[in-house]
């Protein structure tokens, strides 16, 4: 298991087709580490889940957790990150720079994703996010690290280029076979 970066960023946002909140971690360098649906936020899924997708990605637990004000936060959130070893650090109420990586990430899932479909249900959005996530860690490229993915992949070239389209041809992965 690869140790965690030393802080995961995390916040709750809403999105709206029906009702829902996502919850979503992002840790250096640039990785969408986890990604969440629910329709009620409850704390006592929310950490467990945020610590499983972390842990599937083979991360060990975080030092820090840089986390929102969300009231899903309370004294039994916090004292359960500290049995877990991890140190609690909520952002100031309004200042979205103090969570950068996230701000920029959920401007990302909004733009790039949630803003094109009309959601079913939570099964489909949650699938929908699934393939995002997969399509921002291994395809899409990034403008930081010499514009490659943050799981790294070598470069094809030679043979004729081929498309596949990803979210119903919202994004496209050009390959050469």
């Not at 479909?117 to 997969?134: K, M, N």
């Amino acid at each position: 298991m690869v140790p965690c970066a030393g802080e995961i960023s995390s916040r709750l946002f809403l999105v709206q087709q029906p009702l829902g909140r996502c919850r979503c971690a992002h840790s250096k360098p640039r990785r969408l580490g986890y990604l969440g649906v629910t329709s009620h936020a409850e704390y006592t899924h929310e950490i467990e889940a945020l610590l499983k997708g972390l842990r599937q990605l083979g991360y060990g637990a975080p030092r820090y957790l840089i986390r929102d004000r969300d009231q899903i936060y309370g004294a039994t959130v916090t004292g359960r990150l500290r049995a877990m070893g991890i140190r609690d650090k909520p952002v100031a109420p309004a200042p979205p720079w103090q969570n950068g990586f996230v701000e920029r990430l959920i401007g990302s899932i909004r733009r790039e994703c949630v803003d094109h479909f009309i959601v079913l249900g939570e099964a489909h959005r949650r699938r929908i996010l699934r393939t995002y996530a997969g399509y921002y860690n291994v395809i899409r490229t990034h403008p930081v690290g010499d514009k490659d993915a943050p799981v790294s992949r070598p470069v094809q070239r030679t043979g004729s280029i081929k498309s596949h389209a990803i979210l119903g041809s919202l994004h496209h992965h050009y390959v050469r076979i």
